[in-house]
């Protein structure tokens, strides 16, 4: 029980660390308008599946 809930805590935050270092990396890389396009990219997607 004990190892099975450590591990998925440490997926939980390899997640995390995953999305903060693409977040640091890329605003340094000048990505944020390429964040920017992913969310209105997602955003059409999302969009496109409701109606």
Known sequence: MCSSFFIK?????????VIL??????????????????IQFRMRLLIMNVM
């Open 9 to 17: 805590n440490d997926q939980i935050y390899y997640n995390f660390f």
């Open 21 to 38: 270092v693409y977040e640091v990396f890329g605003t340094f890389e000048g990505g944020v308008t390429a964040w920017q396009q992913n």
